[in-house]
């Protein structure tokens, strides 16, 4: 089992950056598929990014692709999400999730564990 907790969202402007931390218990981290999710308010959860158990392969939804950038390291248990050139329609709270099994990287429910998010706001 693992415990994941988000931190470094914020109140951001337009073309501005942050970067996202997903910080997790365990000592088999590694064995983890991590994702990341937002979800705005009076939507659904949608699929940001994944990146692999090793980080030697990653994901991204085209609405973030070329400025959101993936990356873990095992030896600290964290994963980031560097955010670059913000946008309004990035305003969300971001969830970062982790599995061990299979299934289809960018659906919710092949996810076991959930942090509890952390809100991003993009003003314009």
């Known amino acids: 089992q693992v415990q994941l907790v988000e931190s470094g969202g914020g109140l951001v402007q337009a073309g501005g950056s942050l970067r996202l931390s997903c910080a997790a218990s365990?000592?088999?981290?590694?064995?983890?598929?991590v994702g990341w999710f937002r979800q705005a308010p009076g939507k659904e959860r949608d699929f940001v990014s994944t990146?692999?158990?090793?980080?030697?392969?990653?994901y991204y939804a085209d609405s973030v692709k070329g400025r959101f950038t993936i990356s873990r390291d095992n030896a600290v248990n964290t994963v980031y999400l560097q955010m670059n050139s913000l946008k309004p329609e990035d305003t969300a709270v971001y969830y970062c999730a982790a599995r061990q099994g299979s299934g289809t990287v960018y659906d919710t429910e092949s996810y076991d564990y959930w942090g509890q998010g952390t809100q991003v706001t993009v003003s314009s």
């Open positions: 365990g000592r088999t981290f590694s064995m983890y598929r």
């Open positions: 990146i692999s158990r090793s980080g030697g392969s990653s």
